[in-house]
């Protein structure tokens, strides 16, 4: 009973600990009773008022007078007071206990999956048991991890931090700003729709594939999708590495082959359906990509948060970056830029929408895209503003030929 009136206490206490932890408490099979309808009333009073952010005892009292209908506070009227006497002075302890409410659900659901191979010969059950041990790491504080002590080279530190560039871009300015897309970065590219924000993706994909074919690097490019079709991506590759529209490319089809393998085309890969970060991961781990883009980043969900807004992106762009450093690869996150970012030459990072300060200490660097929607003459000039870097920032115009997929810089 102690355990169940400490974990209703600390979700009543805290509406952030509710939403972490509360759906596996719910989850468990053979709750108790009581706990269980307790349960049932923080869910609706955290739902119906939505901007508290803890539930006082007469509050919850007075509700449950007002929404119970079996007359529950009346026939256990010492159960809500328990759980207001219950003191959490040790709060490390009573995380404790709501974390081994957690392992205990997700346990369950492994005996279950273990059940459909053991008992009903079911197969292919074994690797999704790796997500259930991923977002149970993802929930708790202190999930185990591989410690690496830094010993110090200073020939590969100022190889790789000074004199080496990075993976070039497709436009000078860039590389002379961030020098390049290297090892262990997270980078964003962000606009407003119809600005151009895939299509610049897809220019800097096929720089990257260029340059890994030309030193013979053995690892890939890799883009993954999550929301255009990934089969117009593989295109509009064609139409940069070509530098032909479609009209042309159709004229030309004997052709396209072997420009595509003289540019690297084989070190690439397309992946749709990118929605979660589990798969995300999955795909670093069996490819080793040098760099990897990810169209929309903010689109992709990490199993087990109820985090939403700011907090959500916060942590999406925080794993990014774990996993650019864990796998010594380039990650490059594309994004959609709010209101904010229409008609404006030179979005900046508080234009991205939702973003507050959620992302911006994350980013190694970031490139937003603008346009003046207003004056036709410049209808096809798009304007790069470097709005974070470890380095100078800086702004520079390319005009933008979209059938070819094209940015040529401008003066």
């Known amino acids: 009973m102690g355990k169940e009136i400490r974990i209703l206490r600390a979700f009543l206490e805290k509406r952030d600990v509710y939403e972490k932890y509360a759906p596996y408490v719910i989850g468990l099979q053979n709750l108790d009773r009581n706990m269980n309808i307790v349960l049932n009333f923080i869910k609706m009073f955290y739902d119906k008022y939505t901007q508290v952010s803890?539930?006082?005892?007469?509050?919850?009292?007075?509700?449950?007078?007002?929404?119970?209908?079996?007359?529950?506070?009346?026939?256990n009227p010492e159960y809500i007071n328990d759980i207001y006497k219950m003191g959490l002075n040790n709060?490390?302890?009573?995380?404790?206990?709501?974390?081994?409410?957690v392992e205990q659900h997700v346990m369950a659901r492994v005996l279950d999956k273990a059940a459909l191979v053991l008992d009903n010969n079911q197969s292919g059950i074994l690797s999704t048991v790796q997500d259930d041990i991923d977002e149970?790491?993802?929930?708790?504080?202190?999930?185990?991890?591989n410690m690496v002590e830094y010993k110090l080279d200073l020939d590969s530190l100022i190889k790789n931090e000074i004199t080496k560039p990075g993976i070039p871009f497709c436009n000078t300015r860039p590389n002379q700003d961030i020098r390049g897309m290297r090892e262990g970065q997270l980078g964003l590219?962000?606009?407003?729709v119809d600005t151009g924000k895939t299509s610049y993706g897809v220019a800097n994909l096929c720089s990257v594939a260029k340059y890994l074919h030309i030193n013979q690097i053995d690892r890939p490019a890799i883009y993954c999708g999550n929301e255009e079709d990934i089969k117009r991506i593989s295109l509009r590759t064609i139409q940069c590495t070509t530098n032909w529209n479609n009209l042309e490319i159709e004229r030309n089809k004997k052709l396209v082959p072997g420009i595509l393998v003289q540019n690297g085309f084989d070190k690439l890969k397309f992946i749709d359906h990118v929605t979660t970060m589990s798969i995300f991961e999955k795909i670093l781990a069996k490819h080793n990509p040098r760099v990897i883009f990810i169209d929309q980043g903010s689109n992709v969900k990490i199993g087990g948060t109820k985090k939403e807004g700011v907090n959500a992106l916060e942590e999406i762009f925080t794993t990014f970056r774990d996993l650019a450093k864990r796998y010594k690869c380039t990650i490059i996150s594309m994004i959609q830029g709010g209101e904010?970012?229409?008609?404006?030459?030179?979005?900046?990072?508080?234009?991205i929408y939702g973003s507050k300060s959620a992302i911006q200490g994350t980013l190694d660097w970031a490139i937003s895209i603008g346009r003046n929607v207003t004056d036709s003459n410049y209808a096809l000039w798009r304007y790069f503003n470097i709005t974070k870097n470890k380095g100078d920032i800086g702004k520079y115009a390319c005009r933008f030929d979209e059938a070819r997929c094209q940015f040529k810089g401008v003066k």
């Open 54 to 75: 803890t539930i006082p005892e007469v509050d919850f009292k007075l509700y449950i007078k007002t929404a119970d209908k079996f007359g529950f506070l009346k026939s």
């Open 91 to 101: 709060k490390g302890l009573t995380l404790d206990v709501v974390e081994g409410c």
């Open 136 to 145: 149970y790491h993802k929930v708790i504080r202190n999930p185990p991890q």
């Open 189 to 192: 590219i962000y606009a407003y």
């Open 340 to 351: 904010d970012c229409f008609d404006k030459e030179y979005p900046t990072l508080k234009d």
